[in-house]
């Protein structure tokens, strides 16, 4: 979700203004994703590299963390979304995790859409912290017996299907260590609308784009078009 900051500086705003447009357009996005019956959505909300930025900036995009945790996981709730938040939670303040945990359990038996906020989140991490619990929960194995497949089930996003579509807002056009590991078949979509101009039609481009794409998997696309 990449373009508060930009969209704020155009308008000689705070960037911390930027931010909070975004959360409408997450907002919207969400609604959009619930409605259109999409069962699973992630956004990158605060990666593990966005620690480098100004403190200030940082301590506030953390306040609306936790005031987004507070005040909109009802409104979830409500919709039958369930909510989980994929990263390294340890490094969040003590009242942050104890919000994630609770909003977590009030959605959890929600059948609805998906909602994965990745929050101090990265891909590399992800793929380390996977091996970890592999080899935790398999002491008796060595190293040699891990393949792929027993690796996806200690993963952020275990129990998912893997990403259809990664939709990049602002311009950029790079994976930014989001999903490296979940998105090898996944496809890739950039927009230049700054993330809080992104609304439910320029979703629906995003996904009108995808589906003109021929998915193919490693086989020929006459292999495809005869299934």
């Not at 909070?20 to 019956?37: D, E, M, P, T, Y």
């Not at 906020?117 to 996977?130: H, K, P, S």
């Not at 091996?131 to 129990?159: F, M, R, T």
């Not at 890739?188 to 481009?205: G, I, M, Q």
Request: proline fraction near 3%; charged fraction near 25%.
């Amino acid at each position: 979700m990449d373009g508060n900051g930009r969209w704020a500086k155009k308008r000689l705003l705070p960037r911390f203004i930027g931010h909070q447009k975004g959360l409408n357009a997450v907002k919207r996005v969400v609604s959009h994703c619930a409605s259109i019956g999409v069962e699973s959505l992630t956004l990158f909300a605060f990666s593990t590299e966005n620690w480098r930025r100004p403190e200030e900036e940082v301590s506030k995009l953390m306040s609306l963390f936790l005031k987004a945790l507070q005040r909109e996981v009802s409104k979830l709730d409500e919709n039958n979304v369930r909510l989980q938040i994929i990263g390294d939670r340890s490094a969040f303040s003590e009242e942050i995790q104890s919000n994630i945990a609770l909003a977590e359990s009030k959605t959890s038996s929600n059948s609805g859409l998906v909602l994965n906020i990745a929050a101090n989140y990265g891909g590399r991490w992800d793929i380390v912290e996977a091996v970890k619990k592999w080899q935790k929960a398999h002491p008796e194995n060595s190293i040699e017996q891990l393949d792929e497949y027993a690796l996806n089930d200690y993963l952020c996003l275990a129990g998912l299907p893997e990403p259809d579509l990664l939709i990049r807002t602002g311009g950029e056009q790079r994976i930014s260590n989001f999903l490296i590991w979940q998105m090898a078949y996944t496809e890739f979509y950039f927009s230049d609308v700054l993330w809080p101009d992104f609304d439910e039609a320029a979703l629906d481009k995003a996904i009108q784009s995808f589906s003109m794409r021929q998915r193919r998997f490693g086989k020929t696309g006459e292999q495809i078009t005869a299934c």
